[in-house]
């Protein structure tokens, strides 16, 4: 956990300060473990002031499509290799379908695009702009429907969100992130800390609590998450919270044991409401590619997700893979995680995500501060 290196401190990391020579390699083994609170009392996030006054910021934009490139199979640096003015004849078609597969966006979308481009390019030269523009034009198509944000119903008191995933895929770290955004907000957040597996995870659960200004409810770590789940969900209707998160332990390695789990803490929440958990928010790691397609499925069937999250755009991403579980399941992609600060995390937009993955230029991309796209 505490791998030393030279470069930015924890804190520093933690605060979202980078070396320039790191600001897109976020090293993805440190927890906010030390950290003090990045928040005034209100649970304002301050963190966006904490960068150094000498260091360029990078818009969350840039570090999207930095890590995006990083990727030995990246499909921008790919095309750049096939398309140099060359005609678009079998050949270039079937090596642009590889790319497209090599790059997880899919067989059937790789066969889509290179089928559109066949029939209105065919044996015509193309450019390597052209090129990009319509397959941008076609991932956006399949990311358009899915990109939704994650709404919290004001109704609902409190809005219950259960968060799963694998071991580290950042569970934790985005529904600190989530709590910061909801704080910002002005709504009441309770943080319940269901990993009661690692006591890690408990610990940096309390941490961004304390960071945002959420309540946390935690037990020793060896408890039984269910009952957790439910103290959780009983202080925040207690409390009138408006959100309560609950974080879970990932282990997809031992399936059984991890649906049992989870259905219990679902079952266990809707003892106090029926309606809950309204939103389940499962959380993926870019950098495991084809992996994650897995993960959506198993997860899917162990508890009914509603909704996903994709961290680590930032570090060897391979997000074509999102692409690809758009497609096959339609489900909304609420945000992205592009750092491991706490103003890195992003609501999701096809068309960025869309021309980020291919490597084409972003209107704005050379914002300095990250807040294009951004919540207001
Ligand atoms: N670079 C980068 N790192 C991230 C991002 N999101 C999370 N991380 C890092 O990934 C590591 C794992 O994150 P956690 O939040 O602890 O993951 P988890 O899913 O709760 O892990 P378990 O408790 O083991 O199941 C931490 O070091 C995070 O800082 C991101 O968007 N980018």
């Given amino acids: 956990m505490s791998e030393e ?11 979202g300060r980078k070396a320039p020579e790191d600001q897109a390699v976020a090293t993805g083994t440190d927890k906010p473990g030390t950290a003090e609170p990045a928040t005034d009392q209100s649970g304002a996030d301050v963190s966006e002031t904490g960068r150094s006054g000498t260091e360029k910021p990078r818009s969350w934009l840039q570090r999207l499509r930095a ?4 990727s030995s199979s990246a499909l921008g640096q790919n095309l750049t290799a096939l398309i140099r003015k060359r005609k678009l004849d079998d050949e270039t078609l079937q090596d642009l379908e590889d790319i497209l597969i090599q790059a997880d966006l899919g067989v059937e979308t790789a066969v889509r695009i290179t089928e559109r481009l066949a029939k209105e390019r065919y044996d015509k030269e193309i450019d390597d702009v052209e090129l990009r523009t319509v397959l941008a034009q076609e991932i956006e198509a399949v990311l358009e429907p899915v990109a939704k944000p994650l709404a919290i119903d004001p109704a609902k008191s409190p ?41 890690a ?50 282990r997809l390695q031992n399936r059984t044991e991890l649906m049992a789990e989870l259905e219990k803490i679902v079952r266990v929440i809707r003892k106090q409401d029926e309606t809950a958990p ?99």
């Fill in 5 to 15: 290196k030279s470069g930015p401190s924890l804190m520093d990391r933690l605060l």
């Fill in 159 to 199: 809005h219950v969100i259960l968060v799963v995933g694998v071991n580290g895929a950042g569970k934790t770290t985005t529904i600190g992130k989530l709590a910061a955004q909801f704080r910002r907000e002005g709504r009441s957040v309770v943080l319940g800390a269901g990993d009661t597996f690692r006591a």
């Fill in 201 to 250: 995870a408990i610990e940096q659960l309390k941490i961004w609590g304390e960071r945002t200004g959420a309540t946390v409810v935690a037990r020793e770590q060896g408890s039984d998450a269910s009952a957790l789940a439910f103290e959780a969900l009983q202080q925040a209707r207690a409390a009138q919270a408006d959100v309560v998160m609950i974080d879970t332990a990932g």
């Fill in 278 to 376: 309204h939103d389940v928010l499962l959380v993926l790691d870019a950098t495991t590619g084809q992996n994650a397609m897995n993960q959506t499925e198993i997860f899917r069937q162990v508890c009914g997700v509603t909704g996903l999250a994709m961290t680590k755009l930032d570090g060897t991403a391979r997000g074509g893979i999102l692409v690809a579980i758009a497609a096959k399941h339609g489900l909304p992609v609420h945000v992205i995680g592009v750092g491991e600060g706490v103003d890195d995390l992003h609501p999701f937009t096809a068309s960025e995500f869309a021309r980020a993955i291919v490597g084409e230029a972003i209107d704005g991309d050379a914002t300095e501060g990250g807040d294009a796209g951004r919540e207001p």
């Fill in 67 to 70: 890590g995006l490139s990083r």
